[in-house]
């Protein structure tokens, strides 16, 4: 009988393309959905509503792993008060409620996935690569990480084995980060962000996926894992090299780093700031990136 591998988030962008690879490698999938949703013969669907805690039990009795990619959009709407909470609370909140379950029907996983974010690191202005035990940030970004991590260490106090995909900026075909500027981009007015000296830290959407596939399949993988390439790409070295596939050079003169602060307020730290990250030990559970060349990744989005 095929295992059973239950998602929230499992709609979204991420969510879908993973639900197809684990369908290919022969797992029955689960999707917990705020509405209502027809099951299909390979994926079933169940429903949860986080306002008011509830969620079908029978989800989580049924699962063999969990994999939580479920979070309000970083850069969706202006930073208020309200939306830093939001933000926070739809990462966290999910794996309070999936917590509650499994203490209260004394229910093992074979593995419990759970998305993070490289942003855990802050803002890093000098060329130091962080790994795993890089101290994490203060700002607000580092601490939604933190509080998103330790959601998932209660989690592992049940003994669990626990993993946690920090991820940076994923290209997927006119999906996420790319759907939003690649129109402008299209149109020939695309620029460079603040000094664009900031680094990007990037994956493709397909390696992503495959790091989520290892991460239930090898059972030796536990705690954070920094899941991007290693490179120096930067915001500049991203925007030409995305001119340069739409046939053109960069002619606008830089987004200033104080328009984007007025025009976006604190939620411009999201673009005007980066970090460079080491996946050596995710390397050392043998995986191989398929895609680590911008060119090529971006490209492969494009067609």
Request: with cysteine.
């Amino acid at each position: 009988m095929a295992k059973n591998i239950l998602l929230t988030g499992g709609t979204g962008f991420i969510g879908k393309n993973l639900t197809d690879l684990l369908i290919e490698n022969g797992f029955s999938v689960s999707i917990l959905s705020r509405s209502d949703r027809k099951n299909t013969p390979a994926i079933t669907y169940y429903k949860w509503d986080l306002t008011r805690d509830y969620i079908d039990e029978e989800a989580i009795l049924n699962a063999d792993y969990i994999i939580h990619l479920a979070g309000e959009g970083i850069v969706e709407k202006r930073w208020t008060a309200k939306r830093k909470k939001d933000i926070t609370e739809s990462r966290t909140k999910p794996v309070d409620l999936i917590f509650s379950v499994l203490e209260k029907h004394n229910k093992m996983l074979d593995a419990f996935v759970s998305a993070s974010a490289v942003g855990i690191y802050g803002a890093i202005t000098n060329d130091n690569i962080c790994t795993e035990n890089a101290s994490p940030a203060n700002d607000f970004l580092g601490i939604t990480c933190q509080e998103w991590e330790k959601a998932v260490d209660k989690i592992n106090s049940l003994g669990i084995r626990t993993v946690k995909v920090r991820t940076g900026i994923v290209l997927g075909k006119d999906e996420g980060f790319l759907k939003k500027i690649v129109p402008s981009f299209k149109l020939g007015f695309g620029t460079i962000l603040g000094t664009g000296k900031q680094y990007v830290p990037w994956i493709h959407i397909d390696d992503l996926c495959q790091i989520y596939l290892k991460a239930v399949q090898h059972d030796k993988m536990s705690g954070p894992y920094n899941s991007c390439v290693t490179d120096d790409t930067t915001n500049e070295s991203l925007s030409i090299t995305l001119a340069n596939l739409f046939g053109y050079k960069i002619w606008l003169p830089k987004a200033p780093a104080f328009v984007l602060k007025i025009v976006l307020g604190e939620m411009s730290l999201a673009v005007l700031e980066g970090q460079r990250v080491s996946s050596e030990k995710l390397k050392k559970m043998d995986f191989e990136f398929e895609f680590t060349n911008l060119e090529s990744a971006l490209a492969s989005c494009l067609n």
